[in-house]
């Protein structure tokens, strides 16, 4: 069992960065395939970046929405347990809450709490 706790959100204007960080307790994080989601207000949850296992690197296949393609980066830190989600040009239209997942094979599925990201000016 692994539990995540989502960190990072908050307000930021337009053209900002934000980063986001996700750590993961238990053991055998560098397992876990990690992605980033959001939903925002009247829509469904979406995936925004996903980084492969990698094994015991740091260094996972990666992929990403077509609207932050570019923009977003999914870095992760098997050392520290944690994934990030580095955001930089940020819109308006980024504006949601972002969850942290841990996946493993076709039946292992953890979520963490969501951190909001406002982008506002």
């Known amino acids: 069992q692994v539990q995540l706790v989502g960190s990072g959100g908050g307000l930021v204007q337009p053209g900002g960065s934000l980063r986001l960080s996700c750590a993961a307790s238990?053991?055998?994080?560098?397992?876990?395939?990690m992605g980033w989601y959001r939903q925002a207000p009247g829509k469904q949850r979406e995936l925004v970046a996903r980084i492969s296992s990698g094994g015991n690197t740091n260094y996972g296949s990666t992929n990403y929405a077509d609207s932050v393609r570019g923009r977003f980066t999914i870095p992760r830190d098997n050392a520290r347990n944690t994934v990030y989600l580095q955001m930089n040009s940020l819109k308006p239209e980024d504006t949601a809450v972002y969850y942290c997942?841990?996946?493993?094979?076709?039946?292992?599925?953890?979520w963490g709490k969501g951190t909001l990201v406002t982008v506002s000016s």
């Open positions: 238990g053991s055998s994080f560098s397992i876990y395939a």
């Open positions: 997942n841990a996946r493993f094979g076709p039946t292992v599925n953890h």
